[in-house]
T-cell receptor
Framework: DAGVIQSPRHEVTEMGQEVTLRCKPISGHNSLFWYRQTMMRGLELLIYFNNNVPIDDSGMPEDRFSAKMPNASFSTLKIQPSEPRDSAVYFC??????????????FGQGTRLTVV | GENVEQHPSTLSVQEGDSAVIKCTYSDSASNYFPWYKQELGKGPQLIIDIRSNVGEKKDQRIAVTLNKTAKHFSLHITETQPEDSAVYFCAFPAGGGNKLTFGTGTQLKVEL
């Protein structure tokens, strides 16, 4: 397996524009996570899905952020409109879902977003 | 809410020395304690984990110890090598479910 695949790797956009980040989880994994990494706040969980259903979106900073998982092999994180403070590295991770036990999360390479 | 404190934030050691990173957590119900390594330009990668039914786990030069009474767990790297230089994160499952809360990270530098 190629691992978790994220695109694009880098994104530079102007303030106010819509940004869409994409993720393909590892085949067979049914948990998917979106994290944001900044120097100030570290690694923050934004939202996660189990079996394509959003379970916890309490980490989504505001209504400008939205995430979808239309099927088991694809998820998007959208920011509309984008602001300079959204600049960060966004990671997608996936893991198998085991009843009653936590499992390893596999991370993608990340998308470095710069909003100017 | 649930949180985890990680120390130190930076650590510099000579090649061949040992390195120890410690995390303290608040949720006594936690039962899974992984450690991740993040190299420059890459996503975090699991290097070792421990479950609450054991106190120590070792994998070659890496070990993790768990003290559930004191609510802390530590990463030990022995015979450090330059390729061990990276940022290390502890994590634990916060609030149930399958999600992980990460510590603030430790920048480890192994000097020749």
């Amino acid at each position: 397996d190629a691992g978790v695949i994220q695109s694009p790797r880098h994104e530079v956009t102007e303030m106010g524009q819509e940004v869409t980040l994409r993720c393909k989880p590892i085949s067979g994994h049914n948990s998917l996570f979106w994290y944001r990494q900044t120097m100030m706040r570290g690694l923050e969980l934004l939202i996660y899905f189990n079996n394509n259903v959003p379970i916890d979106d309490s980490g989504m900073p505001e209504d400008r952020f939205s995430a979808k998982m239309p099927n088991a092999s694809f998820s998007t994180l959208k920011i509309q409109p984008s602001e300079p403070r959204d600049s960060a590295v966004y990671f997608c991770a996936s893991s198998p879902l085991r009843r009653g036990a936590n499992t390893e999360a596999f991370f993608g390479q990340g998308t470095r977003l710069t909003v100017v | 809410g649930e949180n985890v404190e990680q120390h130190p934030s930076t650590l510099s050691v000579q090649e061949g020395d040992s390195a120890v990173i410690k995390c303290t957590y608040s949720d006594s119900a936690s039962n899974y304690f992984p450690w991740y390594k993040q190299e420059l330009g890459k996503g975090p990668q699991l290097i070792i984990d421990i479950r609450s039914n054991v106190g120590e786990k070792k994998d070659q030069r890496i070990a993790v110890t768990l003290n559930k009474t004191a609510k802390h767990f530590s990463l030990h790297i022995t015979e450090t090598q330059p390729e061990d230089s990276a940022v290390y994160f502890c994590a634990f499952p916060a609030g149930g479910g399958n999600k992980l809360t990460f510590g603030t990270g430790t920048q480890l530098k192994v000097e020749l």
